[in-house]
């Protein structure tokens, strides 16, 4: 939820100050509080992707030109003769320092909400996130929690398998090697999946409780209309013609999808051992992502040209001092929530990670 909000505050400027602030608030708390589990290390890869992304953005302005006319030309590539039904399209022609400047403050903003999204995988723990998911969702978490508990064991058995092959000499590269290393691969999964699914069926995975069918239906129809709300507020928020309808549409399909969710736990039948607490420092992290976001959208229709800031004329962009205010508040959970430099919780019993089979 916090990486959520931020998220929000991003698609709501343009403004490279205040994304570049945004991008290091997010920054700053996963070098305080990530852990060393496996997905700790993912946010370097999403830092690589924004930057890439960040420069294809620009190229493309570059070779395909852009609809921002400027006149303080960099350079002047050799222009290709398109015919006339790709009229509004070149390649090549004047490259303006104008239009890059736009396409680099739009290229920007899907940059950082690439460094929010890989801030959230690097912090959330997915074992911890499935064992909150509400009951109607009880098979599809079981299933993730299965396969994210046997992928470790299949990358170990692949890399002992080929250690020892290459102790007796044998190849372990290429086709041969990889036939040769999958089948004892497979059968050390097979193995552990029909152990696992012993043990399940004796703790009583899979029972369902009998519901009504007009209880299906209505769980049915108010988990899809709830989820077509959502998307279509979101997509009303992120727009400038759908502000007005965006948070009702959105706040209505978020109830809706809850209502059905809740009403689809009925049919499971389960005990839920150790549930995640909510405690306060959770309410002050979620509470610090919606903070920023809230406020950046009110200072986006209150001081829109701070936010968005014009390349025509060729200007600075402003340096808003309340929404960089607001920004800092992403910093909250560095300070609310202590350092947590553990690894991961063990997923041997898919029904609580923290359990041991």
Request: one cysteine or more; glycine letters at 10%.
């Amino acid at each position: 939820m916090w990486a959520l909000g931020l998220g929000t505050a991003a698609t709501r400027t343009t403004n490279p100050l205040l994304l570049g602030l945004l991008m290091a608030s997010a920054g700053y708390v996963v070098a305080t509080h990530r852990s060393t589990a496996p997905w700790a290390r993912s946010y370097a890869a999403f830092a690589k992707l924004a930057f890439a992304v960040l420069l294809v953005r620009i190229a493309f302005t570059v070779v395909l030109g852009s609809p921002i006319p400027g006149t303080h030309v960099l350079l002047t590539l050799p222009e290709v003769p398109l015919p006339h039904w790709a009229q509004g399209i070149r390649l090549g022609g004047e490259v303006t320092a104008e239009a890059l400047l736009f396409s680099a403050y739009n290229g920007l903003k899907l940059a950082a909400l690439l460094i929010c999204v890989g801030a959230a995988n690097a912090l959330a723990s997915p074992a911890r996130l499935l064992k909150s998911l509400p009951g109607a969702l009880y098979e599809a978490g079981v299933a993730v929690v299965v396969a994210l508990t046997f992928a470790p064991y299949l990358i170990a058995d692949v890399q002992r398998l080929r250690a020892a092959r290459r102790l007796r000499g044998r190849p372990d590269r290429g086709v041969r090697g990889l036939l040769q290393v999958g089948l004892p691969v497979l059968e050390g999964a097979l193995e552990r999946s029909v152990a696992l699914a012993a043990a399940m069926d004796a703790r009583g995975y899979g029972r369902t409780a009998d519901v009504g069918a007009s209880v299906r239906r209505t769980t049915t129809a108010l988990t899809l209309g709830g989820l077509l709300g959502v998307c279509a507020g979101t997509y009303g928020l992120l727009t400038a013609e759908g502000g007005t309808y965006g948070l009702p549409v959105l706040l209505g399909g978020v109830a809706a999808a809850l209502a059905g969710l809740r009403l689809g736990g009925r049919r499971s039948v389960r005990t839920r051992y150790r549930p995640a607490p909510w405690g306060l420092r959770a309410w002050l992290v979620a509470g610090s992502g919606a903070a920023v976001a809230a406020l950046l959208t009110l200072a986006s229709v209150r001081d829109a040209d701070a936010l968005h800031p014009g390349v025509l004329p060729l200007t600075a962009p402003a340096f808003p001092l309340w929404p960089a205010a607001s920004v800092l508040l992403a910093l909250l959970p560095a300070f609310a929530v202590p350092q947590d430099t553990e690894g991961p919780e063990n997923p041997a019993n898919p029904a609580n990670p923290e359990e041991p089979s």
